[in-house]
């Protein structure tokens, strides 16, 4: 079962994340279907995936939560990395294939990002999207966030370049 209720949406709820969720964060993290936009090419296993979560979600720059629609996990959504200097973070998601298509990603995309301007005093939350990810750029388009620029070649991912979409929202044109 996951950890408690982080943040409490109307369809979803962030929860933090426990050992017991390791299992499904690996498996649907490396989906294929996920992992063609995650880059790098090389899947973490074992001790490596873990070990790497947990370093992340206990540092001081990032926020790193469990989607959950009741106590069923179906992605992960997090603020990572933060800059508490500059007031920025990177928004980052992802929905288990079996669960996409039911906005999960919108709803945890828009109550964490809530979170980052309300609790974390951000000014700034952006998201880079690989070329071609259509429904992650939705994601963000209906929640506001305005379409900077394109990062040419900027991940390489199976054997390729390919190219990466910024988008960015401040903390005065959020609406929530």
């Not at 996951?2 to 017991?20: H, Q």
């Not at 995650?38 to 074992?46: C, E, K, S």
Request: aromatic share 8%.
């Amino acid at each position: 079962m996951p950890g408690p209720v982080f943040i409490e949406g109307a369809t979803v709820d962030l929860r933090t994340i426990e050992d017991e969720d390791i299992a499904f964060l690996r498996e649907g993290s490396h989906h294929p279907r996920v992992r063609r936009y995650a880059g790098p090419d090389a899947p973490v296993g074992g001790d490596d995936y873990e070990s790497r979560l947990f370093d992340r979600m206990d540092g001081p720059d990032a926020v790193e939560l469990l989607v959950c629609d009741g106590d069923e996990p179906v992605g992960d959504v997090s603020l990572a990395p933060i800059d508490d200097r500059r007031g920025w973070a990177n928004l980052g998601y992802w929905i288990h294939p079996d669960h996409q298509g039911e906005g999960y990603a919108t709803e945890a995309a828009r109550l964490v990002v809530d979170h980052g301007f309300a609790a974390l005093g951000l000014h700034r939350i952006s998201a880079t999207i690989h070329a071609g990810n259509g429904a992650s750029e939705r994601v963000v388009e209906k929640l506001g966030f305005s379409h900077e620029g394109t990062k040419r070649d900027d991940d390489f991912v199976n054997g390729e370049y390919v190219d990466r979409e910024v988008y960015a929202v401040l903390r005065e044109e959020w609406d929530g």
